[in-house]
């Protein structure tokens, strides 16, 4: 059984297999670098799919009006912070600055 392609080589730990419950879900086009941990914590995948369905980063980069060229390094390391965002070390960043998380079912 081969790998879907998440950014993250040729079926180490954590990849995404073929069949898998998080192969069949639908993946952010544009990952961070460690797409191979979606499997590992959904929150971080929840973080990556939210970024890539907003597609703000060209307005981001821009005056926020007027989308921009960005590149794909550029890409790169926005999903990689958004992901992050998702992650144990990113939740106590947000939690410092105030922000708590709830598990609301009305999302």
């Known amino acids: 059984m081969g790998s879907i392609s998440t950014g993250c080589g040729k079926s180490p730990p954590g990849c995404i297999i073929e069949g898998s419950s998080m192969a069949r879900s639908k993946l952010p086009k544009v990952r961070g670098i460690h797409a191979h ?13 939210a970024w890539d369905e907003a597609d703000l980063l060209k307005y981001l980069l821009g005056d926020g009006v007027e ?9 790169t390391v926005a999903a990689t912070v ?9 939740e106590s960043f947000l939690e410092k ?5 709830t598990n609301d079912d009305d999302e």
């Open 37 to 49: 941990r979606y499997s590992e914590n959904p929150e971080e995948l929840r973080f990556a799919k």
């Open 82 to 90: 958004i992901q992050w965002l998702g992650s144990s070390v990113g």
């Open 97 to 101: 600055l105030g922000y708590k998380r």
């Open 67 to 75: 989308r921009v060229e960005v590149s794909e390094r550029d890409e």
